[in-house]
């Protein structure tokens, strides 16, 4: 009986471990891989993208590594994150990741950047292995339209307004009274937790000052917000209520957004409210008034639509505090993605963001209105309006509260040259265009040079902004007026150009610049450059004045390509000693050498070399009858590049 019970007992312990020891083992990363696929589905993107890269490194199986890199690039295109996500889809297509749909998803993210050349090329590739699905080729035309919108820019001056903006995401503006209402993630937003989505703190409202050509410091509503996301706010005329977004919840559990309304009442806002067609099952947000107050448009997901979030309406009664059935803006608004941000104008025109519409990168601003109970094709807002990046949110001054020559209109952007993520803009009228038309191409072939950099300065230093030309060597940009500028370009085995002198002063009417811009390769070490215009006077070294013109020619292109080392040599003609010919010919070298030190350029950025008569051009040595001329060959100074990689002595 013992031993029947031993066995039993030793059955009864020994079986879980032998079953155990059946069942796969986990992974040593499987919980860490765990937490980041758990992230990603609840759309906690930011997070999702950091729990992925701990786990990359650890993984060895190739199919499961692509997987993993197309969640981290994803991760950081969903949250906004467009230079991190450009960086890991190039990781993805590298990897020889199997679906063809990432190259839809790198394409856009390439018109993000205005990158639109590229792009195309992608969209071409996905419409190649997806021959049957639309889209490819709308977006080949949608880059093809952006590019040749930002080749004719619209009449807008866009700046940015860097007193009220952070590091951090501020968008959404709304013009009320002298006041610009607005959503923020800055540090003074009240919370400290952050949001996964973003990485970011979640959003309040702020409001700051405008007096019609500067701005207060902002300031937070406090009274509306919470320690969750609000944001995208409408005030009426008399600034006695307000309706927002928020989503989250109060207390952070909610995965919903809803449009609530406060009342301002013994000198506060009083507790804001939910309006009574929010529902849990869908967000709506975004809202905006008519002029007369009986119509709020918004945006939501709610059933009916005709994709993601569209662009809906819903009749009011302010006399009698009730709502109306939502009713759609319909296939000339909406389209199969996001439609957002809604803002009705005092003259009925409508304006909202779309993804789902031929524009220039992700969200683009659009116009429509209401023509006899259907509304018109919504319009694009084109150039400089929108851009590659998110160009949403916009709001129109009222005519009667602008000033001349300020302020049309503010809106938000997370285009390139920010101060932070998404940043608040300020459009203005530009009375007059000024467009440089460029083209980059190499001197010795005439063909164009693609993805050269081009800066653009002021004569002061002072950086406009960088640019690359297209594929055919072409770019347009939009000059500021009343300035005098720089344009310089370089690229990667090119010497860098000098640079062009551009003036936009005293112009009167619309005016196109062509500027052509020529660039060399640079030189190979067994390539010797003669330099015209060296001479000297017989048996000195002392440098004419044509000479010195030369060397300051020679001075600048050293300047515009900081990476060359040269050697700088001199050579003569025959008719003298050799002896006497090589000494001579290295103080005429080391005499353009110490010229150039004094121009600024260092010393050991500077070889001289002077090889008298030993390298002849011509059969003009000794005893042979030549011409002057021909003697004239032999004298001369040239230069080599020895090394293209200087980094200067640390």
Request: net charge negative; charged share 25%; with cysteine.
């Amino acid at each position: 009986m013992r031993i029947v019970k031993l066995a039993h007992f030793i059955l009864m312990f020994l079986l879980p471990l032998l079953l155990l020891a059946q069942e796969p083992q986990n992974k040593p990363y499987q919980l860490d891989l765990d937490k980041a696929d758990m992230a990603y589905m609840a759309k906690k993107y930011n997070t999702a993208a950091m729990l992925y890269q701990k786990v990359y490194p650890k993984v060895k199986e190739e199919t499961e590594k692509q997987q993993i890199l197309f969640k981290i690039a994803d991760s950081y295109r969903n949250s906004n994150n467009f230079k991190q996500a450009l960086k890991w889809y190039e990781e993805v297509l590298n990897s020889k990741y199997p679906d063809p749909n990432i190259l839809y998803s790198y394409g856009q993210l390439l018109k993000n950047f205005e990158r639109y050349d590229e792009a195309s090329r992608a969209f071409y590739d996905f419409s190649f292995e997806n021959p049957d699905d639309p889209k490819g080729k709308i977006a080949q035309q949608s880059c093809a339209t952006a590019g040749e919108w930002k080749a004719n820019p619209l009449k807008y001056k866009v700046e940015n307004i860097a007193t009220i903006n952070t590091d951090q995401s501020d968008y959404a503006p709304f013009f009320s009274n002298g006041k610009i209402v607005y959503s923020s993630t800055r540090k003074e937003a009240q919370g400290s937790e952050t949001f996964e989505w973003t990485g970011q703190k979640y959003s309040d409202l702020f409001e700051a000052t405008f007096n019609g050509s500067t701005y207060g410091k902002p300031i937070a509503l406090k009274a509306l917000n919470t320690n969750f996301n609000e944001g995208v706010a409408w005030l009426d005329s008399s600034e006695s209520s307000i309706y927002f977004t928020q989503c989250n919840g109060k207390d952070g559990t909610g995965n919903k957004c809803k449009i609530y309304v406060s009342y301002f009442q013994n000198g506060a806002w009083v507790e804001p409210k939910a309006l009574p067609f929010n529902n849990d099952s869908f967000s709506c947000g975004h809202p905006s008034f008519s002029a007369d107050g009986k119509t709020l448009f918004f945006s939501s997901d709610m059933p009916g639509g005709f994709g993601e979030k569209d662009i809906w309406r819903i009749a009011y009664d302010p006399i009698k505090d009730q709502w109306g059935k939502p009713a759609n803006l319909g296939a000339n608004v909406n389209s199969k993605e996001d439609e957002l941000f809604p803002f009705v104008a005092e003259n009925g025109k409508i304006y909202f963001a779309s993804k789902g519409k031929i524009g220039m990168g992700g969200l683009d601003i659009f116009e429509t209105f209401d023509s006899a109970g259907t509304y018109a094709v919504a319009n694009n807002l084109k150039y400089p309006i929108n851009s590659g990046g998110d160009d949403f949110g916009i709001t129109y001054i009222p005519e009667s509260k602008r000033t001349a020559g300020g302020p049309i209109a503010f809106m938000s952007s997370n285009r390139e040259g920010g101060l932070g993520d998404d940043d608040i803009y300020s459009i203005a009228i530009k009375p007059v265009i000024v467009l440089a038309k460029v083209f980059v191409y190499d001197r010795s072939t005439g063909n164009p040079i693609a993805a050269a950099l081009l800066n653009l300065t002021v004569t002061k230093g002072k950086k406009i902004g960088s640019y690359k030309s297209t594929d055919k060597g072409t770019l347009s940009i939009d000059l500021p007026l009343n300035d005098l500028m720089a344009l310089s370009a370089s690229k990667e085995k090119y010497l860098s150009s000098l640079s062009l002198a551009i003036s936009t002063q005293n112009i009167l009417n619309d005016t196109s610049i062509d500027l052509r811009i020529p660039m060399d390769l640079v030189p190979a070490d067994d390539i010797e450059i003669t330099l015209q215009g060296i001479y000297y006077d017989l048996d000195k070294w002392d440098l004419r004045p044509e000479a010195k013109l030369v060397l300051d020619s020679l001075a600048s292109i050293l300047k515009s390509n900081p990476s060359l080392v040269i050697e700088l040599a001199s050579h003569t003609d025959s008719r003298a000693p050799a002896d006497y010919n090589l000494e001579l010919s290295k103080k005429r070298a080391q005499s353009c050498v110490t010229y150039l030190i004094q121009k600024g350029i260092a010393k050991d950025r500077l070889v001289p070399m002077g090889y008298g008569e030993t390298k002849l051009v011509n059969d003009c040595s000794d005893d042979v009858d030549c011409t002057e001329e021909e003697h004239q060959q032999n004298r001369r100074t040239t230069v080599r590049v020895l090394k293209s990689d200087y980094k200067g002595k640390p």
